[in-house]
């Protein structure tokens, strides 16, 4: 039997793990994690009774890269395969997350459906935000960089926009409880002793899928959804999305830019008013200019002339509109005469006595076809006939009667075709061309 080489070895076993395992979901602990200048990363993957090497290439590109780091527990979506060149089995890893972040993404996904399912989503219940808000609800924590930088962007863009800011928890244990309480307080404000807000920003800044887990809590997204002031969602980075985005009338991908997006900048009102002025005094100044034109040119025409002049012109075009009139009175007049005259004729051609004699023509000559092809009929089928009977007589019995044979049957009027079949006593009829004799047989 030929031995395999190794190299052979290895690259059969590669293909077994590649078919018969595959992608699968791993889960263990980061450990020995190695990031070369290439963008690879390499690490193991390990836990309480085993470990395996993991390649991650192209790492920063990579779905959920930043979840890697020693001793974090992690999920990769990964493929067996043998690395050749060490004989060493190994997974290649196509994306990470921490662990307990699939689990959390599936109530994601099973909230998102349920609401979804309710209607709460629906953009025909979203309200409008308004063009110049006077006051500003902040549902955010009061220690929180989000916090600042919202301040920062209204001041800085509408300095006459006053923030209203109810302070709360925006992460850990009981946090979407003092969202949702804040959220509700703010849409009945008078009954707390807050002043009414013309819009609401509900957010925080980035973290990770824990950190920002508040927000996809049942209770934020029906506090948001019942709220009579329209509500912006804020919440972490651009590529962060949470139940409370969903729901919200407006998502904004940071806290900054929600507070772009509620707030008009003044500088640019500024520039558009003075813009806005500018293009007016354009138009009037073109307005006025154009009417002096027309009044100097009416000066020096029209008015200068006489009334016969003036209306000798507008006297020949009605001369002229006159004269194309009569011609295409007359030109209709000769077509309805030219018409009337077709309709005459086509007329006498359907009266009911033309028609009846063209009728009575066609069924002349369809009885004419008719007795001609009966008469060919007729005589076809004589010469037929008359043949037939020839070829009888010809081939008949009567032939035979003409050259002497006779035809002999029993009194029942069998034919007796043989001695054999007789007996004495039996009367036979016997039948010749011109007539037939009755015997008896004696012997």
């Not at 921490?98 to 979804?116: H, M, T, V, W, Y």
């Not at 969903?246 to 008013?273: K, Y």
Request: glycine letters at 10%; charged letters at 30%.
């Amino acid at each position: 039997m030929k031995a395999l080489s190794v190299t052979q070895l290895l690259r059969r076993m590669k293909n077994l793990l590649e078919i018969e395992i595959g992608e699968m979901w791993v889960e263990g602990e980061v450990s020995n994690l190695r990031k070369q200048g290439s963008g690879h990363w390499y690490f193991s993957l390990k836990d309480a009774d085993a470990q395996i090497s993991c390649a991650m290439f192209g790492a920063r590109r990579r779905e959920g890269a930043e979840a890697l780091a020693d001793g974090a527990k992690v999920r990769v979506f990964a493929e067996a395969s043998v690395y050749a060149a060490r004989g060493q089995l190994q997974i290649i890893v196509k994306k990470a997350e921490l662990a307990g972040a699939g689990d959390l993404q599936a109530k994601f996904e099973a909230l998102k459906r349920k609401l979804d399912a309710e209607g709460l989503f629906d953009a025909g219940r979203k309200k409008a935000l308004p063009g110049f808000p006077q006051v500003v609800g902040l549902v955010t924590s009061g220690t929180g960089a989000a916090l600042q930088d919202m301040l920062n962007v209204l001041g800085r863009r509408a300095p006459w926009v006053q923030p209203v800011l109810f302070p709360v928890r925006v992460q850990g244990k009981g946090a979407e409880r003092e969202i949702a309480r804040a959220v509700r307080m703010m849409g009945e404000p008078e009954k707390h002793g807050y002043p009414r807000c013309d819009v609401l920003i509900v957010g925080r800044g980035g973290g990770s899928i824990e950190d920002l887990w508040n927000f996809n809590e049942e209770v934020v997204a029906r506090a948001i959804a019942e709220c009579p002031i329209p509500v912006v969602s804020a919440v972490g980075h651009e590529i962060d999305f949470t139940i409370a985005d969903f729901v919200a009338d407006l998502r904004a991908p940071t806290p900054s830019a929600a507070a772009e997006l509620v707030a008009a900048d003044g500088a640019e009102l500024l520039e558009r008013l003075a813009g806005s002025r500018r293009r007016m005094a354009r138009v009037v100044e073109e307005r006025m200019r154009h009417a002096r034109t027309s009044l100097d040119g009416l000066k020096r025409g029209v008015l200068r002339l006489d009334g016969e002049r003036l209306l000798r012109e507008r006297v020949m075009r009605v001369d002229a509109a006159g004269e194309r009139m009569r011609q295409s009175v007359r030109m209709a007049w000769r077509e309805a005469v030219s018409k009337l005259a077709e309709a005459k004729a086509g007329h006498r051609a359907q009266h009911p006595l033309r028609v009846l004699e063209r009728q009575a023509e066609l069924v002349e000559g369809l009885r004419e076809k008719l007795a001609r092809r009966g008469a060919e009929a007729v005589r076809e089928k004589g010469d037929r006939l008359e043949h037939l009977r020839g070829m009888l007589r010809a081939l008949g019995p009567e032939s035979a009667f003409q050259r002497g044979f006779s035809i002999t049957m029993d009194e029942k009027g069998a034919i007796v075709r043989s001695v054999a079949e007789l007996k004495p006593g039996d009367v036979l009829k016997t039948k010749f061309s011109d007539g037939e004799a009755v015997s008896r047989v004696e012997e």
